[in-house]
C-alpha cells in the first residue's frame, strides 16, 4: 500500500498550545507510512463571508488545495466556552464550501477521513468542542473516525510541549486514533477506486 499523507490543524494560535502539542505527539507516533504535515496558517485566514467566495483570498485558496490534496485532516481542538475555537471554525466554513462558480455542490471536506481529538488542562476540556466538530462534519458529508476518542484531560501533566506523551494511556489512543485513520483512508481509497 502507498504512504499517506495528513494535514492537521490545531485550533489554537497560542504558542505554547497544548494541542500544537499534542499534533507533534501524533508526528512522533504516526505509524510507518503515514506523514502529518502541520497546517500554519491558521492566524491568516481572514473571515468567512459569502461575499468573498467568487474569489476567495489566496491564504483560502491555498488550504482548501491542502486539504483537497491531503489524504486525510487530523484536528486537535481546544475548547473555548464549551464550543469550538472561532478561528478554526472559521477556517472549516471556508472549506466547507464548493469551487465557485459552481458546478457541483463539493467541497474539499466532502468523503474527506477526519480525525479528531483535543487536550486541555482541564477536567473536561474538549468533550463539547469535539462534539460540536462532529456535528460540524455531518453537513460536509465528512468520513470522521469514531473511535477512539482523544480527549487529553489535564494535559499539562500528559503532555510535553516538545510532543513527548508522559503517560501512556495517551499514548495508546494516539497510537490507536492514526491507526483507525489510515484504516479509514484506505476505505475511501478504495470505495474511490471502485466507483
Ligand atoms: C478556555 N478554556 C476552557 N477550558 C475548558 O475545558 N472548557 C472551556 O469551555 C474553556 N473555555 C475557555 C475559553 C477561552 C476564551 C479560553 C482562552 C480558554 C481553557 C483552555 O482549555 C486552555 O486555555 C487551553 O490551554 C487552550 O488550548 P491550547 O491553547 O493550550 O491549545
Do not use: C
Request: avoid cysteine.
Amino acid at each position: 500500500m502507498s504512504d499517506v499523507s495528513v494535514l492537521a490543524i490545531s485550533g489554537s494560535l497560542r504558542d505554547a498550545s497544548f494541542n500544537t502539542a499534542l499534533i507533534r505527539a501524533a508526528q512522533r507516533l504516526a505509524p510507518t507510512g503515514l506523514t502529518i504535515e502541520p497546517y500554519r496558517n491558521l492566524a491568516d485566514v481572514p473571515p468567512f463571508s459569502e461575499d468573498r467566495e467568487a474569489q476567495p483570498p489566496a491564504t483560502v485558496v491555498d488550504l482548501r488545495e491542502r486539504i483537497a490534496a491531503a489524504d486525510a485532516l487530523l484536528i486537535a481542538t481546544p475548547e473555548y466556552n464549551y464550543g469550538v475555537p472561532g478561528v478554526l471554525k472559521n477556517a472549516l466554513d471556508w472549506a466547507s464550501r464548493p469551487t465557485f462558480p459552481v458546478t457541483a455542490w463539493v467541497s474539499p471536506l466532502a468523503h474527506k477521513p477526519v480525525a479528531i481529538m483535543g487536550a486541555a488542562p482541564t477536567g473536561m476540556g474538549t468533550v463539547r468542542a469535539q462534539l460540536q466538530l462532529r456535528q460540524l462534519f455531518l453537513w460536509t458529508d465528512s468520513a470522521v473516525v469514531s473511535k477512539p476518542e482523544v480527549i487529553v484531560t489535564n494535559a499539562h501533566e500528559r503532555l510535553a510541549a516538545d510532543g513527548t506523551v508522559k503517560d501512556p494511556t495517551t499514548e495508546t489512543l494516539l497510537r490507536g486514533l492514526l491507526d483507525a485513520l489510515v484504516t479509514r483512508i484506505r476505505i475511501t481509497q478504495l470505495a474511490a477506486t471502485a466507483a
